[in-house]
T-cell receptor, first 110, second 112 residues
Framework: LAKTTQPISMDSYEGQEVNITCSHN???????ITWYQQFPSQGPRFIIQ???TKVTNEVASLFIPADRKSSTLSLPRVSLSDTAVYYC???????????FGTGTRLKVLA | NAGVTQTPKFRVLKTGQSMTLLCAQD?????MYWYRQDPGMGLRLIHY???????AKGEVPDGYNVSRLKKQNFLLGLESAAPSQTSVYFC???????????FGPGTRLLVL
């Protein structure tokens, strides 16, 4: 089973781009990588998902290198409301296992 | 479209009391999960279900039981609550095709 590792915390200023990297050295061939955002007292919320290369949606981009041993969530021009915990989640294809990373606590400063 | 709902939102129990947490989803998902999240920590899997009538243990199943009598509902039971079960409980259901989990708003449980 893939195990994920993320930085515990990051600080940024409003308007900056934030990149959060997740390591998943043992990811299996069919695993997807999903990122979630969690605000205090709320359930995790889906941000973006990818399998390989680059995925972009209206809120973020996800970069996955060819070896797929890591992935990077990119948040463009963060605002104070992006202050939250971000989780990297590896879905193990064909099983029930969804392995949460340690989570990265992002604090956006004015 | 309500997605995933959980009841109750908050509950206080005394040690030894029992209760049931209800999770409901309206997305016709086969897979459902119960997680617990302790302060400052990530989510840990308690039990899960891959379909109506089936349940299985996750990472931290002790002290909990579950039932999935209907596809849209997943119940988590505490037979004899302990202070160590004070936590926030999240339910999730999974779209198997996209491998995306959808989470409920959580139930905050305090065991005195």
């Amino acid at each position: 089973l893939a195990k994920t590792t993320q930085p515990i915390s990051m600080d940024s200023y409003e308007g900056q781009e934030v990149n959060i990297t997740c390591s998943h050295n043992n990811i299996a061939t069919n695993d997807y990588i999903t990122w979630y955002q969690q605000f205090p007292s709320q359930g995790p919320r889906f941000i973006i998902q990818g399998y390989k290369t680059k995925v972009t949606n209206e809120v973020a981009s996800l970069f996955i290198p060819a070896d797929r041993k890591s992935s990077t969530l990119s948040l463009p021009r963060v605002s104070l409301s992006d202050t939250a915990v971000y989780y990297c989640l590896v879905a193990v294809s064909g099983t029930y296992k969804y392995i949460f990373g340690t989570g990265t606590r992002l604090k956006v400063l004015a | 479209n309500a997605g995933v709902t959980q009841t109750p939102k908050f509950r206080v129990l005394k040690t030894g009391q029992s209760m049931t947490l209800l999770c409901a989803q309206d997305m016709n998902h086969e897979y459902m999960y119960w997680y617990r999240q302790d302060p400052g920590m990530g989510l840990r899997l308690i039990h899960y279900s891959v379909g109506e009538g089936t349940t299985a243990k996750g990472e931290v199943p002790d002290g909990y039981n579950v039932s999935r009598l209907k596809k849209q509902n997943f119940l988590l039971g505490l037979e004899s609550a302990a202070p160590s079960q004070t936590s926030v409980y999240f339910c999730a259901s999974t779209d198997v095709d996209t491998q995306t989990q959808y989470f409920g708003p959580g139930t905050r449980l305090l065991v005195l």
